[in-house]
């Protein structure tokens, strides 16, 4: 694996001092993910060497790999994402709500579950949960509502639908298969304890460890940074057959937020979307997930465009910069920027008198062939709805992102036809089947 130049080495180094230094964290270790793995760590504090086996607590990073053991039962056609909760898990009172509304924050469930603070103390089965109405606390899909609640009831699911623990499901499906040996529920071998680090003095109290039950999925697992940069690695692409790359790539897309704009925080499904606006340029846009728990905060972020990213794991309760992670990708893009894979030709996916300006009424737009077999439909010298198209039945195209997605996008000599809109290869075209018809006398002057 390269490794990175001594000045980017130092400026990050720099970075996670002061971040270990300012926070008053006591012990830091980060990293960069490139190429399959860690490329570079560090260990800041109090921590053992080698810094990158010693075991942090992931917090909320876990439901990254809660999503992956649910959409491998997806992907199995064991459920559906539109499936409600009852489905597979009845007697809950958010059962009426969907598997995909709970892995995007969209179901409406309780932020945290009923009875005590299930991050400081230890917890039981579905059972002793004690739900009751009030753990619904919102209508189905009207609004991003985090829920550790919510992940705690799809690692559930994962763990009757495959007839043992969620832990057993989770290591022997995603984080065996990955290589990530030192990921565990319980903290194993080298492992940092967790500490609340006091606001006034610079005295430390030790925090509790506990297995949270039912709430594990939510956020319980422990991990080293080698481990934690193969889970970055797999969230660029690498995902040793765990998950298909396209499901992967599912988990990105932002639910409930209109990516066109320049900067935006999302959820996927099981992962954070964060786009960054960088000056003039479009953005940078950034996922993965952070992480807290009594005692310690986690980062792992990815850009999955410069196949990089970048890691932080403290054990401190607070005072950790969540910003860490995506200031250290920004620190390697401007010092190591991805030198990309060279453009060669490739054949057209559709005969190429298709490609080329096509009209929506008066309004130019262009068909092109992309990279990949697809197809990209966008504004022309002006901005507009745009999508990419991938091949879908019948020589249909199935729009994969942007305003299109997931519309059926057919391809005619005279015209496009796409969710009731009708494209023309000249401004409404009378030879073409015009919504409305075309006024016979065509375009005037004053």
């Known amino acids: 694996m390269p490794e990175l130049l001594p000045s980017t080495a130092r400026t990050l180094l720099a970075r996670v001092a002061r971040a270990q230094r300012d926070g008053r964290v006591p012990s830091l270790v980060a990293g960069v993910v490139r ?11 109090d921590v053992a060497e080698p810094h990158h086996d010693v075991a942090y607590r992931l917090g909320s990073i876990s439901k990254t790999v809660t999503a992956v053991t649910v959409l491998r039962l997806r992907d199995e056609g064991l459920l559906d994402l539109d499936d409600p909760l009852d489905r597979h898990l009845p007697g809950t009172p958010v059962g009426d709500r969907t598997v995909g509304q709970l892995l995007s924050h969209l179901g409406g469930a309780g932020s945290e579950s009923p009875g005590g603070w299930w991050e400081r103390t230890p917890g039981g089965t579905l059972s002793e949960l004690g739900l009751s109405d009030a753990d619904r606390v919102l209508p189905a899909a009207r609004r991003f509502h985090y829920s550790n609640l919510g992940f705690g009831l799809l690692g559930e699911l994962v763990a009757r639908a495959r007839g043992r623990a969620w832990s057993e ?28 680090v006091h606001p006034w003095s610079e005295t430390v109290l030790a925090e509790p460890e506990h297995d949270a039950g039912v709430m594990a999925p939510a956020g319980q697992l422990w991990s080293s940074a080698t481990d ?3 889970l970055g690695a797999f969230l660029l692409g690498d995902t040793g057959d765990v998950l298909s790359p396209a499901t992967v790539e599912e988990m990105t897309l932002p639910a409930g937020i209109d990516s066109a704009n320049p900067g935006w925080m999302a959820y996927g499904l099981g992962v954070q979307v964060m786009r960054l606006s960088e000056g003039g340029s479009p953005g940078v846009t950034l996922v993965g997930h952070g992480g807290s728990m009594p005692g310690f905060l986690a980062g792992l972020w990815v850009d999955r465009e410069e196949q990089t990213g970048a890691l932080a794991m403290g054990n401190t309760t607070s005072g950790l910069d969540g910003g860490l992670a995506a200031a250290m990708l920004a620190d390697l893009r401007a010092a190591e920027p991805r ?9 057209s996916p559709v005969s190429p008198e298709l490609l080329g300006p096509w ?8 068909l092109r062939a992309v990279p990949g077999g697809m197809l990209h439909l966008g504004g022309l010298g002006r901005p507009g709805r745009s999508s990419r198209f991938r091949p879908g039945p019948d020589g249909t195209w199935v729009g994969l992102d942007g305003y299109f997605a997931g519309e059926t996008l ?21 030879a073409a089947p015009v919504p409305g018809g075309v006024a016979p006398e065509g375009w005037q002057g004053s």
């Open 359 to 366: 009209f929506w009424g008066p309004s130019p737009y262009v």
């Open 169 to 196: 499901v989770a290591r022997d499906e995603v984080l065996l298969p990955l290589g990530m040996t030192r990921t565990t529920p319980r903290p194993q071998g080298p492992a940092a304890q967790g500490f609340a």
């Open 228 to 230: 934690l940069a193969r």
């Open 410 to 430: 057919r391809l005619g000599d005279t015209a496009l036809s796409l969710a009731t809109f009708v494209f023309t290869r000249t401004p409404y075209d009378p």
């Open 35 to 45: 190429d399959g793995g860690l490329a570079w760590s560090t260990g800041r504090g």
């Open 339 to 347: 030198i990309v894979e060279p453009w060669r030709p490739e054949p």
